[in-house]
């Protein structure tokens, strides 16, 4: 990783009126492309990664673009940064700290992956080089301003039910839930003392749905995998809770919460409404519902399959949506309506 000395802010006379600036946390969901950089097989630098919209692939796991991207579309900034992609970042647009197999526990891929207390810690050292360059009246309101994206979970609860690891084994689903949604509180209330007063998340959607693990359930059936559907439904239950705490403890604390579950269930239940013709098997991959994990052929399976038009499909590999499906998720975050995005929208959180 380059040296932070290496690293640039460009804010001329100050930084731009009305400048709100986006860090994005989280895993694979949000994943620009810092998996790049470390020794890790949780990559997607390969094609088909990113042919439909980069024509080339960045080390986004879908065909094209993610919600951040989408996100920063709207507000009218440019592509948000992987924060360890090499070269001279300037900050004053933010940066994206998301790791592909990352969870809120340290344990989780540990190794493979730049866990949250980490992401955090790298937030904290653009945080001390921003200071550094601009005056403490700037510094305030750029932090204040600035939105604060987060996805994390999905790795964690996978990691609960297919590890056989004695850390996993000597919880319960609550305790674990609690331990994770803990580590998320404790990186929020961070952020917040540094100045961070908005806040965007996701909940999880039916993890046990996606492709990649509907195939683990034997026979084929089209089931899902029902007991990481129970995991992610406690973490919902547990992180609308934590919020709502967060909301009455923390002075001008503010939050985005997008049920992705919902939007989720909606599109595989009315496909055609959405504009997809497959909602059930990946664009690429092998096996049933295009559930192994061989997208690009670069991982254990070097077959795989690739449909013609990943537009039509909800999934784009094994776990991850499309390029299209991450535009419609970003589009409800921006501007959706309480019931799917509340207590405020996106939209709302740049303006305020």
């Known amino acids: 990783m380059e040296s932070l000395s290496s690293l640039s802010l460009v804010c001329g006379n100050g930084l731009p009126k009305k400048h709100v600036a986006l860090f994005a946390f989280g895993d694979s969901l949000f994943d620009p492309g810092n998996n790049n950089y470390i020794n890790t097989i949780a990559q997607a630098n390969f094609p088909p990664y990113g042919e439909t919209f980069f024509k080339y692939p960045t ?8 919600i951040p991207d989408f996100i920063a579309k709207h507000a009218n900034l440019p592509l948000i940064p992987p924060y360890l992609q090499p070269g001279n970042h300037q900050f004053t647009y933010g940066v994206n700290f998301a790791s592909a197999g990352a969870g809120a526990l340290a344990e989780t891929a540990q190794g493979f992956v730049i866990d949250l207390k980490t992401q955090l810690s790298y937030f904290k050292e653009v945080e001390k080089l921003l200071r550094q360059k601009l005056s403490d009246a700037e510094a305030k309101a750029f932090f204040s301003k600035a939105v604060y994206l987060f996805n994390i979970g999905a790795g964690d ?10 850390i996993f084994q000597s919880f319960s689903k609550e305790e674990y839930v609690g331990m994770v949604i803990g580590n998320l509180t404790d990186t929020i209330k961070e952020i917040y003392r540094k100045g961070g007063k908005k806040f965007g998340f ?42 709502q705490e967060l909301e009455i403890k923390q002075v001008d604390f503010k939050y985005a919460k ?30 049933p519902y295009r559930g ?61």
């Open 157 to 166: 609860y996978v990691s609960f039910i297919t590890t056989n690891s004695s």
């Open 258 to 287: 997008h049920d992705i579950n919902i939007s989720f269930i909606e599109r595989r239940n009315n496909p055609e409404k959405y504009g997809f013709k497959e909602v059930d098997i990946a664009c690429c991959g092998s096996g």
């Open 292 to 352: 192994i994990d061989s997208c690009g052929g670069k991982r254990v399976v070097a077959e795989y399959e690739l449909c013609s038009d990943p537009t039509e499909y909800l999934f784009f590999d094994a776990s991850h949506p499309t390029d299209e499906a991450n535009r419609q998720i970003a589009d409800l975050m921006w501007s959706g309506a309480p019931n799917i995005t509340g207590p405020y929208n996106l939209k709302a959180l740049f303006k305020a």
């Open 59 to 66: 080390g986004r796991f879908s065909d094209g673009r993610l």
């Open 202 to 243: 996701l909940n999880l959607g039916q993890l046990g749905c996606v492709p990649g693990r509907k195939v683990l359930v034997p026979g084929n059936t089209g089931a899902c995998f029902e007991e990481v559907n129970e995991l992610a439904k406690l973490h919902n239950a547990a992180l609308s809770e934590a919020l």
